[in-house]
T-cell receptor, first 112, second 114 residues
Framework: GESVGLHLPTLSVQEGDNSIINCAYSNSASDYFIWYKQESGKGPQFIIDIRSNMDKRQGQRVTVLLNKTVKHLSLQIAATQPGDSAVYFCAENSNTGNQFYFGTGTSLTVIP | GAGVSQSPRYKVAKRGQDVALRCDPISGHVSLFWYQQALGQGPEFLTYFQNEAQLDKSGLPSDRFFAERPEGSVSTLKIQRTQQEDSAVYLC????????????FGPGTRLTVL
């Protein structure tokens, strides 16, 4: 399944399928990006990060892709599990500032 | 402690009351951030400390909001004369180095102003 961030803030996928969550960022000066997972009643939890000198980074079952030309970030989750159900946020940061700017978020629901 | 802790977890205040929200960052973390998260939205930056110095408070929505970190560890976010629009989850995050690295978030304090 695939989401387009602001236009489709919810995503439902079958257990075992791959998920793709998209994020469009606004600041061309942003050079550091983080994907966070937030479960109900908890604070955001770090998933994976990427710096602007890279276009792809892989973790355990997750891959982040960065396209600086169109200011687009995506999070791919392989073999999605029920425990992956949460809201996912992308956050951007510029090394000229201290602030992280968070996107609106995408709610992922995994159907067993 | 093992992670960032915040207290209280829930706070109900009557409009006009003052509230104080506490954050205990991970021991040794230099940077501390406060965020406000409205229902269904992403966290929004409020303020940033590097040790005891408040380097950025540009996100504080009004002069009713005040934050401090006097000894460079525990931080308190104070909201004076609370209004209904202040109802939100207030998140604290800390990071080991100066801004730009991974932030570790606490569970947040859910503030409800009646």
């Amino acid at each position: 399944g695939e989401s387009v961030g602001l236009h489709l803030p919810t995503l439902s996928v079958q257990e075992g399928d791959n998920s793709i969550i998209n994020c469009a960022y606004s600041n061309s000066a942003s050079d550091y990006f983080i994907w966070y997972k937030q479960e109900s009643g908890k604070g955001p939890q770090f998933i994976i990060d990427i710096r602007s000198n890279m276009d792809k980074r892989q973790g355990q079952r997750v891959t982040v892709l960065l396209n600086k030309t169109v200011k687009h970030l995506s999070l791919q989750i392989a073999a999605t599990q029920p425990g992956d159900s949460a809201v996912y946020f992308c956050a951007e940061n510029s090394n000229t500032g201290n602030q992280f700017y968070f996107g609106t978020g995408t709610s992922l629901t995994v159907i067993p | 402690g093992a992670g960032v802790s915040q207290s209280p977890r829930y706070k109900v205040a009557k409009r006009g009351q003052d509230v104080a929200l506490r954050c205990d960052p991970i021991s040794g973390h230099v940077s501390l951030f406060w965020y406000q998260q409205a229902l269904g939205q992403g966290p929004e930056f409020l303020t940033y400390f590097q040790n005891e110095a408040q380097l950025d408070k540009s996100g504080l929505p009004s002069d009713r909001f005040f934050a401090e970190r006097p000894e460079g560890s525990v931080s308190t976010l104070k909201i004076q004369r609370t209004q209904q629009e202040d109802s939100a989850v207030y998140l604290c995050a800390s990071s080991l180095f100066a801004a730009g690295g991974e932030q570790f978030f606490g569970p947040g304090t859910r503030l409800t102003v009646l």
